[in-house]
């Protein structure tokens, strides 16, 4: 197997070069997973390295505290990015990135959404309630009765629309998202 040390240091230098790039825009970006930048930049060391990686292994070649690995590992891990592997005779966790981007996409998306959904629509559930309450206290009310039916009818929009979005989140997570969508531009959708 091919490793980085059998390059010569011009070659390394590229290479490296060309890999700190990519860390770096990989750490900008990860805001849009609600990370921070060094924890991007975490992911973009395992996501080249070549071999599963222990905490310490991360903190020597990043120089950051054990401390701020853990956390920035246990942040990936929970979002589904990065995973513990076994190894045989190694006694400390190791960690790799998860290969399917297009998996840790799915799982990231869904994650994210479902909290959304299920926030919105009991804030818009328990409105609903308070607003017909009002209606039902005052029955004769037509200005109060014109506006709370006006609300009503947009969180009732607003409620097809997480339905909706609900059924887009099962097609990532079941997959059916690739039968629309494919992977690959060369793939065809049927």
Known sequence: ???FAQLTEYQQNLVEKARNRVIEAIGQNMDLYGMTHSTGHLYGLLFF???PMTLDEMGKEMEMSKTSMSTGVRTLVD??????????????????VEADWYQTFADYFSLEWRKAIEMNL??????????EGLMNEHPDDETLAVIVRRDLT?????????HWLDRLIETFETGRIFDFVPK???ETVE
């Open 1 to 3: 197997m091919a490793t």
């Open 79 to 96: 979002m589904k990015m990065v995973h513990k592997v076994w190894e045989k005779g190694k006694r400390k966790d190791l960690y790799e």
């Open 122 to 131: 009991l804030a818009i559930r328990r409105s609903m309630r308070e607003l």
């Open 184 to 186: 690959s531009a060369a």
């Open 154 to 162: 947009k969180m009732n929009e607003a409620e097809a629309y997480y």
């Open 49 to 51: 390295s070549d071999h």
